[in-house]
């Protein structure tokens, strides 16, 4: 297999499974607790990622430098989730996906106004293909 399809394939199953995450947890919603689901996520990458933390003496030198910078990004990351899990109680997947789809742009929206950033053109024309993920959802 070429390293060009072995990528898109990649990109594929990462798309399924972004978009049957929100189908998923919308079942989930209104029966577990958003704060329990987010639990659940981070538990379950922590398990994943524990073994390739450990086996590499690099990644282990860094964790003890990194923790408290992980920690501040966990808990914003822990807040936008335990939001987009309260709102699927309220709407569909499709919406709550649009959504976190929309975030990086969001996110470029707002760095041109607080802080001032000059964003190229060149990336700019990378947002319509993170917009067109909306639609695997």
């Keep these: 297999m070429s390293k060009e399809l072995n990528s898109h394939l990649i990109i594929i199953l990462a798309t399924f499974l972004v978009g049957g995450s929100f189908v998923i947890s919308q079942k989930l919603s209104g029966i577990i607790d958003p704060i329990s689901i987010t639990l659940l996520r981070f538990v379950i990458a922590s398990l994943v990622l524990v073994p390739i933390i450990f086996l590499n003496q690099n990644y282990r030198k860094k964790l003890i430098p990194t923790f408290n910078r992980a920690m501040i990004i966990s808990f914003f990351y822990s807040?936008?989730?335990?939001?987009?899990?309260?709102?699927?109680?309220?709407?569909?997947?499709?919406?709550?996906g649009t959504i976190f789809t929309l975030v990086p742009f969001i996110t470029a929206v707002f760095s041109i106004f607080i802080f001032n950033q000059k964003i190229s053109l060149m990336s700019y024309l990378v947002y319509p293909g993170f917009c067109n993920r909306i639609f695997l959802v």
């Design 79 to 96: 807040l936008f989730f335990i939001g987009l899990f309260k709102a699927l109680e309220y709407t569909t997947a499709l919406n709550t």
